[in-house]
Every structure is written in structure tokens, then in C-alpha cells.
């Protein structure tokens, strides 16, 4: 018994698609000339708004002050006229709820008059505040389901911009989101009061330093990693569409052993789809820098330069949505998910951190020598001072069941919080933890062994990619926040625990010189302090290795391996005392959090569950039947010819071990979810973590057994060597 008619042709997949691209591309571009066209930036405000309104609405943008009803009314008529010149009919208050995804309601600038027709109009009120329904929103208790006014509020700080489609266009209008009570529903609440935390704390220390900071920012910059897939198979794969993440699928006999992706030569179609993707991000005044083959195949990166944490928390939405959108344009499906492929590279997104006056001064910047960069070693302290007294928070910021298949894999820094400083910064630590700070450990310059090549400058440190949080240079990456989350509750953790350290640092170094003490005496004996009580964080070898999780054992760090270890932490009293001491977020609105987190984490899993169990039961289980069938059928011909069925009844038994072991996993999955109950949503979810997940494992463990032994064309699914290397 043969089938009929196989399910997919896998050359379609190559040679079938046709870009579905609106000529775009028919001309080149110029990128200096497109760069923020779909984004109404300052100097288009400038122009269009009287000189005094001009100058109220820049305080608000760059000092933070409050804005006022007569500015607004001005910037709304400024703004529609600029939108309604570039099409747009409607506008929304495009804002981030808890989802981790952005959240739009479009409204018409039309208004009926009198007469019969209709004047576009928009009105501060309408850009200040909008109120879109908050009742099906994730809100974790700060309100009952029934209860429903919410409340946006426009975002002076992140610049309006234009969404264009083929048969139109509408404004944005970046807003937090509050509910009627004024609690943050959203992720950007807490992220502007990060910022103002930061703030404030950073221009006390810079005070001190007789530096008269206007403005203090956080500053960052993400890697973005992703994977294509060709929609033939994204679509014929039930789990990539409801998971996010192949469930089964067995290893390929070509992974990324060879190393030959990473940085390789980009295929034409990939290629044009980045062009095509970056061309819409310079619209939007993303300022995309890099882009790049990673090391799995089929994964790649692109990534910005250094924005103000909440653009770039802005702009990291839209670009997630714009590498989603154009990759459908040329027959592909973009996966963020963390870990779509087993035994594969994940995706991450690392996070680059660092803090910035309004002037330009970078306050991470060592220079040539960073012992004698007070100012520096201060903020430097400050940070692994903060990191080492928060690591649960740190871990908890990126926590979530798609990285949890991540960190710790070889691929990604582990899920112990460390950090990494280089070789010169250790010396200097070292050298002041012993009796003073003289000098600085100097790169000098590489040669290369060829009088052909030049010599390179030399950093006074390598990099490590096995750190969690590493410094590199100028800055801090936190490695291991992952590729499909909102980076801004990541930002909001950092912002906060080092606007914390700072404080704490400020106060003892205030009391130090009201001792009579110069700042260069004080502020020695301070980071002396600082730097042995927080030590245990620095870590600069190999973070993967099991002698570094017996070492940080010994330490006392912390070691939460899944996100069920971590995030019950989130509502530990020194969390909450710091969140409300900065008034980032008060209690009620951390533990909305941890609810909202625990449910999506226990939701995610019984997604996979249901989807594993749905697949296993209605696609592998009758495929391999059949192919049992043919097996006993020729088993049998065989046998009546008097030949031997040694090489048959082997692969027969083999396929029947196969389903019974199947059969024996999906009835201890079932067992399982309908075990999960209706008790606390932190036992539930732990529940899950600790007992359907490995049942989901065991399912996948006698499918790939079955794909390695079921004839290729009974098998119904699209698989790896399939998926990775059709493009």
C-alpha cells in the first residue's frame, strides 16, 4: 500500500514563490534622503509650530517637564496636518500592554459638519488622552473584567510616525496606558519612570563631580536575532503556527556543525527581503546598522545604534513588526521565537546598555585610563554594585517560557547572573581592593605576521560571549534577554537598580567628605567598599562550564534555571521597597506582574501541550500506521516466498516500539494537564513546568524516533533539513 498523493512538494517551496512587493525597489533610494520621512520629527515640528510653543514643548522632551493644554492643541493641529499630507486618514494611540505585543485603535480625523460634509480635524484633548477599552487587556487584579475605562496618554518623548499600507496610510501616536484607578497597564509607564529615576540620581553623582548634567538618559541598542522559514512549510508545520516553535522534529544530518552560516555570503532572497525591511525601518527613522548571516542556519541579525531607551524600546516594536510584515513579501515566514529549532542556535536579543547626558557624554566611557576616571569608576561600581545586590531581578526581567529553552544551552549566557569586565577593568578592581588604583593595563597592537597586513590596535580585553552582562567597551550587554520580548521591562529592572546603587553610593560618599575628607580620599574608600561587597559578580571565564556553576554555588549567586524559579521572586519584599522607594511601580502593580507573567508562562506551555498532544494523536500516530501496515504486508509477502524478513520485521518492530511509546507519553500528558487544577496561579504554572513539560518531551522523543524510521513519504510534516536550507 503506497499513498496516493504526498502532501507537499518541498522544490515548490524554492521555485514557486513570487514577491508580492508594491515596486518599491523600482528606483534605488537614497537612505539620507528617506531617513525618518514616515516620522514626524523634531525639525518638522519646529517648522510648524509658533516659536514659544516651540520652546515649551522641547523642555518637555528634553528636560521632562510638564506639558500644557495650549502646547498640545498646537502640536495636534501641527501634527494632523502633517500626517493628512502623507495620506493618513485615521490616527491611534499606539501603545504596549502587558501582551509584550503593541495594541492599536484607529479613529477617522473626519468629523461631520452642518452643512453636510466633513472637516478633517484634531484636537489636543484627542492627542493627549484616549480612552480605548482596558477590560480585555491583561491587568493581573488591578481590575475586574467587567470594569473596563483605560486610559492612553500621548508620549511627548517618542516621535509620532505613519504606517503605510497599499491602499493608505494612518498616524501613530506613541501613549502609555493606565487604568481608570491610574495604575500601569502597559510597559512604557514604568519605563518613563525608570527614566526619571535614573535620572535624577545620575545628575546628583554627576554633582559631585562639579558636572551640570541638563539630563541624564539611558541609552541602548539591540541585536536583534531572527529565523526565515519558507511559508510552504511555516504553514504546513500546526506547531510554528500556534507555538512559535517546532514541538518534534528530529536533529538533520547537517545542523550548523560545519560553522560555514555564520557571517556567510546572504542568499539573493534574503537579501532583498533585508533591503526591502530596511528600507521601511529608515522610513521610520530606525537607525539599522547591521546585518548579518548568524550561526544557525537560516537565523540572521540585524541590529540599530544607540537610541534613548524609550525610543528604543519604540522602535524595537516596530521592528519585530517590519521583519514579521516584509518577510511575507517574499514568501517567508519571520520566527522570533527564542528556540523554534531543537539542537539548533536560539535567538536572542542583546541588550545593550549604557547611560548619557544630553550633551553627548558617554558616563561609561573609561578612556585611555580608567584609573584615573573618577567619574567613571564611580558609575562602573555603581552598576556591579546594583547587578550583584539584584541578580534575582535581572533574571526575573527575562524570564519567559521561550527563553527558558535558551539560556544555558551552549549558546546563550547561562541563567546565573555574572559579570563580565575584562581583563584591564579586573586589574584595576584588584589593584584598588589592594591598596590603591596606579594604572591601567594598555592594549598596544596586534600583529598579524605579514608585513602586508597592518597592525591592529588592541583592546585591553577580550569578550565573552558566555556572560549574561558583560562590559564591552563603552557600554554593558545584557546577553541573555530574548529575541521575541519587549526589551523595556529589561531596561526598567536596569534603570531602577542602578538609579538604587547610585543613591546608596551618593549617600556614603556625601558623608564621607563631610568628614573633611577631598572627593578623591572619599570617593577611594567608597568604591573600595562597593567593589568587595559586590566582587562575587565578576566573572571572566567560561560561563558554560560546570566548575563556574560550582564556583558561583560557593558564592552564593543565584542559579534560577526556569522561569518558575525565578519570577515568585519578583514579589519579594527588598523588590518591592525598591520599585516603590524610585516609584517605578507600587505593590499592587508588581504583583499584577507576576500574576500576568505566571498565567502567560502556564498558557504558552498548554498551547505546546495541546498542540504536541493535537499533532501526535492526528498527524505522526496514522502516518506511522500506514507505514506499519505496509511493513506487516510485505513482512508477510515475504515470508510466503520463503525469503527472510529479517531486515522488515526489524523496522516493523522498530516503528511498533515507536507508537507504543508514543501512545505511553500521550496518556501521561493528558494525565498531566488535567492535573494542573484550579489552585494558585504560581502552583499551576509551576506544575506544568515540573510535570507536563517533561511529558511533552517524552512525546517528542518517540516522534523524532518515528520520523527517523517512518518512510519519507508517509511522514506529514515539513522537516529540519527541509526548513532550514530551502530559501
Not at 556591579?384 to 539560556?407: F, P, T, W
Not at 560571549?465 to 562590559?471: D, E, I, L
Request: charged letters at 25%; one cysteine or more; proline letters at 4%.
Amino acid at each position: 500500500m503506497t499513498k496516493a498523493i504526498r502532501r507537499y512538494d518541498t522544490l515548490a517551496a524554492a521555485r514557486n514563490w513570487t514577491p508580492k512587493s508594491n515596486g518599491s525597489f523600482d528606483t534605488p533610494f537614497n537612505i539620507t534622503e528617506i531617513f525618518g520621512e514616515n516620522t514626524l520629527q523634531l525639525e518638522d515640528l519646529k517648522e510648524r509650530l509658533p516659536k514659544v510653543v516651540w520652546q515649551d514643548l522641547k523642555k518637555t522632551m528634553g528636560e521632562g517637564e510638564q506639558l500644557n493644554s495650549e502646547v498640545a492643541d498646537a502640536v495636534a493641529v501641527a501634527m494632523k496636518d502633517w500626517a493628512t499630507e502623507k495620506g493618513a486618514t485615521h490616527y491611534t494611540h499606539w501603545f504596549q500592554p502587558l501582551t509584550g505585543l503593541t495594541a492599536e485603535k484607529h479613529d477617522s480625523f473626519i468629523t461631520p459638519n452642518q452643512g453636510g460634509g466633513a472637516l478633517a480635524e484634531f484636537s489636543g484633548k484627542e492627542l493627549i488622552q484616549g480612552e480605548p477599552d482596558a477590560s480585555s487587556f491583561p491587568s493581573g487584579g488591578l481590575r475586574q473584567t467587567f470594569e473596563a475605562r483605560g486610559y492612553t496618554a500621548w508620549d511627548p518623548t517618542s516621535p509620532a510616525f505613519i504606517i503605510e499600507n497599499q491602499n493608505g496610510s494612518y498616524l501613530c501616536i506613541p501613549t502609555a496606558f493606565a487604568s481608570w484607578t491610574g495604575e500601569a497597564l502597559d510597559h512604557k509607564t514604568p519605563l518613563l519612570r525608570s527614566v526619571e529615576a535614573l535620572d535624577k540620581q545620575a545628575k546628583r553623582a554627576l554633582a559631585l563631580f562639579d558636572v551640570d548634567a541638563k539630563r541624564v538618559s539611558s541609552t541602548v541598542g539591540c541585536e536583534q536575532e531572527y529565523f526565515l522559514i519558507d511559508q510552504e512549510f511555516y504553514y504546513r508545520r500546526p506547531d510554528l503556527m500556534t507555538a512559535g516553535r517546532t514541538l518534534v522534529g528530529a536533529k538533520p544530518p547537517r545542523g550548523q556543525e560545519l560553522d560555514d552560516h555564520y557571517f556567510g555570503s546572504i542568499s539573493e532572497r534574503v537579501l532583498s527581503f533585508m533591503l526591502e525591511a530596511e528600507k521601511e525601518l529608515y522610513k521610520l527613522g530606525i537607525p539599522v546598522k547591521t546585518r548579518h548571516n548568524e550561526v544557525a542556519p537560516s537565523q540572521f541579525e540585524i541590529a540599530p545604534i544607540f537610541e534613548t531607551a524609550n525610543i528604543a524600546a519604540d522602535h524595537q516594536q516596530l521592528m519585530m513588526i517590519t521583519l514579521k510584515r516584509v518577510a511575507r513579501i517574499y514568501g517567508f515566514e519571520c520566527i522570533l521565537h527564542e528556540k523554534p529549532y531543537d539542537g539548533l542556535n536560539g535567538s536572542g536579543k542583546h541588550l545593550n546598555w549604557s547611560m548619557s547626558t544630553s550633551s553627548g557624554m558617554n558616563l561609561l566611557e573609561p578612556g585611555d585610563n580608567p584609573h584615573d576616571n573618577m567619574q567613571f569608576m564611580f558609575f562602573f561600581a555603581a552598576i556591579l554594585k546594583a547587578v550583584y545586590e539584584h541578580q534575582d531581578l535581572l533574571r526575573i526581567s527575562i524570564a519567559h517560557a521561550g527563553n527558558d529553552h535558551r539560556l544555558g544551552a551552549n549558546e546563550a549566557p547561562p541563567a546565573i547572573i555574572s559579570a563580565y569586565i575584562g581583563d584591564q577593568l579586573e586589574d584595576i578592581v584588584n589593584q584598588l581592593l589592594n591598596g590603591g588604583m596606579r594604572e591601567s593595563k594598555q592594549g598596544g597592537l596586534l600583529g598579524l605576521g605579514t608585513p602586508v597586513l597592518p597592525s591592529l590596535p588592541k583592546h585591553a580585553g577580550d569578550r565573552n560571549r558566555t556572560s549574561p552582562f558583560a562590559f564591552t567597551g563603552n557600554k554593558f550587554e545584557f546577553r541573555a534577554v530574548g529575541s521575541s520580548q519587549s526589551i523595556s521591562f529589561p531596561i526598567v529592572v536596569l534603570n531602577t537598580i542602578v538609579a538604587d546603587a547610585i543613591d546608596k553610593l551618593c549617600t556614603t560618599l556625601e558623608k564621607e567628605m563631610e568628614d573633611n575628607n577631598s572627593l578623591e580620599e572619599a570617593l577611594g574608600s567608597v568604591l573600595k567598599d562597593s567593589l568587595s561587597e559586590s566582587h562575587d559578580i565578576i566573572f571572566n571565564g567560561d560561563g558554560y562550564s560546570e566548575e563556574w556553576e560550582k564556583e558561583a554555588e560557593k558564592r552564593g549567586l543565584l542559579n534560577l534555571r526556569t522561569t518558575m524559579d525565578a519570577l515568585p521572586k519578583l514579589t519579594d519584599k527588598k523588590n518591592i521597597d525598591l520599585f516603590e522607594k524610585h516609584r517605578v511601580l507600587n505593590d499592587r502593580e508588581i504583583h499584577s506582574r507576576q500574576e500576568i507573567w505566571a498565567e502567560q508562562y502556564l498558557t504558552t506551555i498548554n498551547i505546546e501541550a495541546d498542540t504536541t498532544e493535537a499533532m501526535a494523536k492526528t498527524m505522526i500516530y496514522p502516518a506511522a500506521v500506514r507505514y506499519m501496515n505496509e511493513l506487516a504486508e510485505n513482512v508477510e509477502r515475504v515470508d510466503k516466498l520463503g525469503l527472510a524478513t529479517t531486515g522488515s520485521s526489524s523496522m516493523l518492530n522498530k516503528v511498533n516500539d515507536g507508537l507504543n511509546d508514543l501512545n505511553k507519553a500521550l496518556e501521561q500528558l493528558r494525565e498531566e494537564v488535567l492535573e494542573v487544577g484550579d489552585e494558585d496561579i504560581i502552583d499551576r504554572a509551576t506544575h506544568v513546568k515540573d510535570k507536563v513539560i517533561p511529558a511533552m518531551n517524552d512525546i517528542r522523543d518517540a516522534v523524532d524516533f518515528l520520523e527517523r524510521h517512518t518512510a519519507d513519504d508517509y511522514w506529514p510534516l515539513p522537516v529540519y533539513r527541509e526548513m532550514l536550507f530551502v530559501k
